[in-house]
Each structure stands twice: as structure tokens, then as C-alpha cells.
């Protein structure tokens, strides 16, 4: 049966290119992850407020390694896109990905961390902005963004990247410490008739 409705994005857009290195401000990329950084993320979940909020542990190098390889391929079955966030000088300060993308409804989910170290100074929203830009800039429309209601520090990074807040899921993840109610926020691309820009700040400056 035809569809009425056009795809967003064509079948092998994103996968027919390498994932490219994203600037995200003064002095701080995005770039793809590489098995080289399988260490940085070991240590990176012993931070319990990053096994906390996204409910799993990383033991091994191997498990890292794993993920790492979840990330590759999520670009090339355009399902995900997975940047680590790094400075200039090539510390990596945390991870920001789309995931659930939909190219033929051009929607994706937002998600992020960063090392404890790393907090605090923006990397986050930086982060977010650039790669929200980017995917509005390869036809994705409606990014979505859910944070548990009593993650503050993560409801700030939707508040600072404009990701409205649409509502509460209530009781809608399932954390250690039992369920929690859940923000959604969503950022709508171009197509929106917004005056203001939120991602603004966040684009890099050429
Ligand atoms: C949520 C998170 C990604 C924010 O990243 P970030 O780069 O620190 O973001 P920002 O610098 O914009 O700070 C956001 C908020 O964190 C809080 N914060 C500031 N310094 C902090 C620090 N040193 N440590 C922890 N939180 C801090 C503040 O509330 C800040 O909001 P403000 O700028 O209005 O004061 C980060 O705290 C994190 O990785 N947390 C653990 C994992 C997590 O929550 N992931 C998201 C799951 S939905």
C-alpha cells in the first residue's frame, strides 16, 4: 500500500557517511567513540549518580568494549548516533547520543552523561545544542528528551538546550530505588514557527 507521508530522511543518509566530528563551542568536539576509550568509560560508571540515572553498571573493559561496539553499530543501522564529548586538548568530558531515531517519522531521543570531573561547566548543554543542531540540519523534525522528575541537574540541560517541557509520565521508569515519575521535554526543528532560537548559544561559532 503507498504511504501518503514521504519519509523524512531518506534510507542511507546517515549510515552512507562517516559520523562526523560535531564542534560544540570554543575548545570542545564531539567526535565518535573509538575501543580506545573503553578505560575512560569503566571509570567513568563507578560515579554512582552515573550508575543511578541510567540504571547499569559497566565492570570490564570488555563490557565498555561492548557498548562501544552498540554505539558503531547504532550509526550504521541508523537507529542511534552516539558522540563522546571531548576538549581540544582530547580529554573526554562524558558521552551525548541520539537513540530510538526514526528516520521515516524523523524523531529521536536525546541522552547524556558526563564524568564526575566534568560537571558544572556546560559540557552537557554544549553538547546537547551541537548535536540537536546537526540532526535538525539532516532532516530530523521533533527530538525528545525524558529526564526522572528528581533528576535536577538533567532537567537543567533540557531547560538551558530549550527542550519544552510537554508533561509527566507518571510512574514511568523503573529505577533501584523503585519507580519514578518521568519529564518529557521536546525540541521541534526549523520547521517550527518559534521566534527565538534556543540552540543558539550552542552552535558552534564556524
Ligand atoms: C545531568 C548532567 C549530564 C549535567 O551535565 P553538566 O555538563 O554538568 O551540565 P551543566 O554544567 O549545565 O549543569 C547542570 C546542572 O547540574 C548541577 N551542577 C552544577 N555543578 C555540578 C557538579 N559539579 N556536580 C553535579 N551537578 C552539578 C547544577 O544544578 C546545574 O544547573 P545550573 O547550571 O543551573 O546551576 C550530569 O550532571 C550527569 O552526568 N549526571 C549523572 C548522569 C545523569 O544524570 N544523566 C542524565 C540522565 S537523564
Redesign the pocket.
Known amino acids: 500500500m503507498p504511504n501518503l507521508v514521504p519519509d523524512l530522511i531518506a534510507p542511507g543518509t546517515l549510515s552512507g557517511v562517516p559520523q562526523p566530528v560535531l564542534t560544540a563551542g570554543p575548545g570542545l568536539l564531539l567526535r565518535p567513540w573509538t575501543a580506545a576509550d573503553a578505560p575512560m568509560i569503566v571509570d567513568a560508571f563507578r560515579?554512582p549518580?552515573?550508575r543511578?540515572?541510567?540504571c547499569r553498571s559497566v565492570e570490564s573493559v570488555a563490557e565498555a568494549e561492548e557498548l562501544i561496539d552498540g554505539f558503531t553499530r547504532g550509526w550504521r543501522t541508523e537507529t542511534s548516533a552516539t558522540w563522546a564529548?571531548v576538549t581540544a586538548g582530547g580529554e573526554v568530558?562524558?558521552r551525548v547520543a541520539l537513540r530510538a531515531i526514526g528516520t521515516a517519522k524523523g524523531e529521536a531521543e536525546v541522552?547524556?552523561?558526563?564524568?564526575?570531573?566534568?560537571?558544572?561547566?556546560?559540557?552537557?548543554?554544549?553538547?546537547v545544542g551541537a548535536m540537536s543542531a546537526w540532526a535538525f540540519g539532516v532532516g530530523l523534525h521533533r527530538l525528545i528528551?525524558?529526564?526522572?522528575t528528581r533528576?535536577?541537574?538533567?532537567?537543567?540541560?533540557a531547560?538551558?538546550t530549550g527542550f519544552e517541557l510537554e508533561g509527566v509520565r507518571r510512574s514511568a521508569e523503573l529505577h533501584v530505588d523503585g519507580w519514578h515519575d518521568v519529564h518529557l521535554h521536546a525540541l521541534i526543528g526549523p520547521s517550527d514557527q518559534r521566534e527565538d532560537d534556543p540552540l543558539g548559544p550552542y552552535r558552534a561559532a564556524g
Open positions: 560515579d549518580a552515573t543511578h540515572w541510567h564529548v568530558l562524558g541522552a547524556y552523561w558526563m564524568r564526575a570531573a566534568a560537571r558544572g561547566r556546560g559540557a552537557a548543554p554544549a553538547g528528551l525524558n529526564h526522572s533528576n535536577e541537574a538533567s532537567c537543567r540541560v531547560q538551558k
